[in-house]
């Protein structure tokens, strides 16, 4: 199924990922293997409130990109569903203009619990396009306003998009959002108040500290809906990539996201190992917490602490 995805086969990257979201006992053998076809293609996070139209830029970003020829692959993370774990608002129904072009692959998840918008699957589904050979690739994340700070850890180039309705920017602060923006977009910029807030951005992202090599955070002016400042956005973006493969602080960020990867790995496996293939003591703590005879604190604290119990969870 490898080789039939590298050579282009669109239903071996579907069930492929497919496979990623169901974690069959084999994901680390195929991700490996995988991970060997990586072509390193920039990652571009969009993130934002909810309403900012995130999906509607994306998909004016995905149209200018295939006029230029360029194929696009994009991961939508959706809020999951509590009861089927699937992702609620489907985000390629909002991109139909898409659907059926060749040169387009989107796909859409549930965060799956994830308080950061990022599900785990994410980085894997991303990698999986890479090495499928698409151009161009989008992580779009949950639209929760406070727990976007997940994004930087995929995306080479993170885009925080607000509305001029977004008010206070103090607001905007205290999501988080100024921090990890490498590009802002003010959507939805032919509605009142939308110089104000760019003006307000560029004034709190002028009182950060930062030395005289680093990026300086463009705000963009856009009305995705119509098209409108779209090619400046893409300017930016160019500009950003041509910033990260010059800048040794880029280097050290994919270091860290290596190590982010890595670690993530780790952490998923044993909680898998923990909740689903566990000794029996371990499924008593459980079952203790769940019953509130344990608090969550109290469980984590025997686990960590019991070393016969966790020597059975590793060698597993």
Not at 1 to 21: N, Q, S, W, Y
Not at 273 to 302: C, D, H, M
Request: overall charge neutral.
């Amino acid at each position: 199924m490898i080789e039939r995805m590298t050579a282009g086969d669109r239903r071996a990257l579907a069930k492929l990922i497919t496979m990623v979201e169901s974690r069959p006992k084999e994901i680390y053998a195929i991700m490996s293997r995988v991970a060997e076809r990586s072509r390193s293609v920039p990652r571009l996070g969009v993130t934002g409130p909810p309403g900012a139209g995130k999906s509607t830029l994306i998909d004016e970003l995905i149209t200018a990109w295939r006029k230029k020829g360029q194929t696009v692959g994009a991961v939508v993370v959706d809020p999951s569903s509590p009861f089927s774990g699937g992702a609620v608002l489907g985000d390629r129904i909002r991109m139909q203009r898409h659907a059926m072009d060749p040169g387009v692959f989107i796909r859409s998840l549930g965060s799956r619990g994830s308080h950061g918008g990022i599900s785990r699957a994410t980085m894997e589904i991303a990698l999986l396009m890479d090495a499928f050979g698409l151009d161009q690739l989008l992580v779009e994340t949950v639209g929760v306003g406070q727990t976007e700070l997940d994004i930087i850890g995929i995306a080479d180039t993170t885009v925080v998009v607000l509305v001029p309705e977004a008010g206070d920017t103090i607001q905007t602060l205290k999501a988080g959002l100024m921090e990890i923006g490498d590009i802002f977009v003010i959507n939805k910029a032919d509605r009142d108040g939308a110089d104000r807030i760019a003006a307000e951005v560029r004034a709190m992202l002028e009182l950060q500290k930062c030395e005289e090599d680093d990026w300086k955070v463009p705000v963009v002016m856009t009305v995705a809906k119509e098209g409108r400042g779209i090619a400046e956005f893409m300017e930016h973006i160019e500009a950003h990539r041509c910033f990260c493969r010059d800048s040794t602080r880029h280097a050290q960020f994919k270091r860290g996201y290596f190590q982010r990867w890595l670690v993530e790995l780790i952490l998923a496996e044993l909680a898998d190992r923990i909740k689903t293939r566990g000794p029996q003591e371990a499924a008593q703590i459980f079952e203790k917490v769940a019953v509130s005879q344990l608090n969550p604190y109290e469980g984590a604290a025997k686990i960590l602490a019991d070393k016969q119990l966790l020597e059975s969870i590793l060698i597993k």
